[in-house]
């Protein structure tokens, strides 16, 4: 089970960290990533990361601004995010890849709830 969390509301231009823990089973050899889906739109990568911390994948919007991390012993997906803009708010879900090493959206298969973040202007 994947559990995210850290969503929230912030005006533009601030900075959130959201969190993703696992439990039962705990991912650690599987590639982990970041998606979002705002109103209206389909679900996107945002980021992912090897199952040992790299290599590590941005989706344009949010290369420069998003970091990705884990920490393999709490079982825990980070994804920092900074100069938050509004076409960043959606619903953030941290899903795990069938695989060590991921980018393909159709490989992550195990998929926790949603966080929203909105971003106010």
């Known amino acids: 089970q994947l559990q995210a969390s850290g969503g929230g509301l912030v005006q533009a231009g601030g900075s959130l960290r959201l969190s993703c823990a696992a439990s039962?089973?705990?991912?650690?050899?599987?590639?982990m990533g970041w998606f979002r889906q705002a109103p209206g739109k389909e679900r996107e990568i945002v980021t992912s990361?090897?199952?040992?911390?790299?290599?590590?994948y941005y989706a344009d919007s949010a290369k420069d601004r998003f970091t990705i991390s884990r920490d393999r012993a709490k079982s825990t997906v980070y994804l920092q995010m900074a100069s938050l803009k509004p076409e960043d708010t959606a619903v953030y879900y941290c899903?795990?890849?069938?695989?060590?090493?991921?980018?393909?959206?159709?490989?992550?298969?195990?998929w926790g709830q949603g966080t929203q973040v909105t971003v106010s202007s």
């Open positions: 990361i090897g199952w040992n911390g790299s290599p590590k």
């Open positions: 039962g089973r705990t991912f650690t050899n599987n590639a």
């Open positions: 899903a795990a890849s069938r695989y060590a090493v991921s980018s393909r959206p159709a490989d992550f298969t195990s």
